[in-house]
């Protein structure tokens, strides 16, 4: 991405991605929404990214770097929606309750869009803690490529990932 710093947004190529308007989004003035989940210390984050990339209409990217104004939720970087000329990425603040400490997961977006997104992003964050969250049964895959593809279905279609030659359900059972 363009300005100080070296950030950088890793796509795929399924996804519709503006490549010259979000060269620049990080630019663009931040809209900061926090969702009301927490994790704490030894959480794993890998079930919310794979609920993010199953619900979220353009999946989710890494944004790994540095720079100013770039506030991620982990050193590396972090991950990322897009929307068009929008991107909103995963922040967090830190936190103590009568449990101990813990850091309560954030959106912030940039682009015309960034306020939705953002918004968009948090509220299904919300979904993922009340359904599945770090306490529900790990999901299992199933796959199929080719003809076999179209026979594939999932109980929840929130959870099946189409790719041009092959399908991946996800089997995710709720914890309510």
């Excluded at 994790?39 to 999946?59: E, K, M, S």
């Excluded at 400490?101 to 979904?127: K, M, N, Y």
């Excluded at 359904?131 to 003809?147: H, I, L, T, Y």
Aim: charged letters at 25%.
């Amino acid at each position: 991405m363009a300005g100080e710093g070296n950030v950088r947004l890793e796509t795929f190529s399924e996804q519709d991605v503006d490549r010259d308007a979000l060269h620049t989004a990080l630019d663009q003035p931040q809209v900061k929404v926090y969702s009301g989940v927490k994790f704490r210390q030894g959480d794993p984050w890998q079930w919310l990214y794979l609920y993010l990339a199953c619900v979220l209409p353009n999946g989710l990217s890494r944004m790994p770097g540095s720079r100013p104004g770039f506030t991620p939720h982990f050193g590396w970087g972090s991950m990322a929606a897009l929307d068009g000329d929008t991107l909103a990425y995963l922040t967090v603040r830190e936190g103590e309750d009568e449990q101990g400490r813990f850091w309560e997961i954030g959106v912030i977006g940039h682009g015309p869009h960034a306020t939705e997104l953002a918004d968009q992003v948090s509220t299904e964050i919300g979904e993922w803690d009340r359904g599945w969250s770090n306490n529900a049964p790990e999901p299992s895959f199933r796959m199929a490529v080719g003809e076999a593809r179209d026979q594939l279905a999932a109980a929840d279609s929130r959870f099946v990932i189409d790719k041009t030659y092959s399908r991946l359900v996800v089997d995710w059972p709720r914890t309510s």
